[in-house]
């Protein structure tokens, strides 16, 4: 295609070189002209070796390495390398994807077909991976609930495929860096892209990376704890959001909960406790349950939630 746009692939990394390698590999086999491709990557204070990987490695589009002396957290990983950025268009993959040749022509079409939006692509789990439940409820959560090319919440939006037009990052004051912890950096600044910068959000199925980084049902259920202190951070801020993310049911009790949101609460505390939790959790591979798979890891998910809130709630009490 004739390229429109300059683009710059914005990548941070922590202790994942196996992983980033295969990533740029296909970053380097892309169908839109390497020389208008800079892909940024931020080494956020690795010691696997990363930073003397990416100094020795050859690429035909423009390699920006960059490194952190200290570990920051991603959100502040990706505004280092939006900062080093020249391209007009940020292209957000993660560092542990693979993408199709395709995948960077995909996002400028889009661009270029519909002004002043985020484009949110196609993150699936890497076919040679297999097909477990936990993996089938990742590649049906989120955009992938959606017809192709269609509008979509912000909360959907997630900085493993996507892309926004720099300016507009520089615009609304990039990632918040109080993020540190693992989650949620990128729905707050879904949201602030959205109320300030007037962005719409809209769905490119056709712009498909894959996900290589093994997972079991027990990792995705733990990394639902850890968001417990990013996801009490983002309602902070944006606490006219807890109802459109379900929050507002998994949070502990307030005093200023109306009656209803009370017994809504209560409800919710009867069926995730944590006895059924176990006993759902047990089952949850069972050929049997498939048709369910979905519903119940959400159950499984919300429970997590819940816990790591309560959790959190428990020690800024003490």
């Avoid at 004739?2 to 683009?7: T, W, Y």
């Avoid at 959205?194 to 996900?211: I, P, S, W």
Wanted: glycine content about 4%; aromatic content about 8%.
């Amino acid at each position: 295609m004739e390229p429109s746009r300059s683009v710059s692939v914005i990548i941070p990394t922590f202790r994942k070189r196996e992983f980033l390698e295969p990533t740029l590999v296909s970053l380097g086999q892309q169908t839109y002209p390497a020389e208008r491709i800079e892909v940024v990557v931020v080494d956020d204070c690795s010691d696997d070796g990363t930073s003397e990987f990416l100094q020795s490695l050859e690429t035909p589009y423009a390699l920006v390495p960059v490194r952190h002396e200290i570990n920051k957290g991603r959100a502040a990983a990706r505004n280092t390398a939006i900062r080093a950025a020249s391209g007009d268009l940020a292209v957000f993959v993660d560092d542990d994807m693979r993408c199709e040749p395709d995948l960077i022509e995909r996002h400028v079409r889009f661009h270029d077909t519909h002004p002043d939006v985020a484009v949110i692509g196609s993150a699936l789990t890497a076919p040679e991976l297999g097909r477990a439940t936990v993996f089938s409820y990742l590649d049906e959560m989120g955009v992938h609930r959606l017809p192709p090319g269609s509008v979509s919440p912000a909360r959907y939006f997630v900085t493993n495929n996507a892309s926004v037009e720099r300016r507009h990052l520089l615009d609304v004051g990039l990632f918040d860096e109080s993020f540190r912890r693992y989650g949620f950096e990128d729905t707050e600044l879904a949201f602030r892209l959205e109320n300030d910068a007037g962005l719409t959000f809209m769905y490119c199925a056709e712009a498909v990376a894959y996900h290589l980084h093994d997972q079991t049902l027990d990792d995705v259920l733990a990394k639902r704890i850890e968001t417990a202190r990013p996801l009490l951070r983002l309602l902070a801020r944006h606490p006219e959001r807890a109802r459109e993310l379900s929050a507002d049911l998994l949070m502990p009790p307030s005093a200023q909960d109306a009656v209803s949101l009370r017994l809504r609460k209560l409800l919710v505390a009867l069926t995730t406790n944590r006895l059924f939790y176990t006993l759902v959790k047990s089952v949850a591979g069972a050929v049997w349950l498939r048709g369910l798979s979905r519903d119940v890891m959400v159950y499984l998910i919300a429970c997590q939630y819940r816990r790591g809130l309560r959790l959190v709630s428990r020690e800024n009490l003490s």
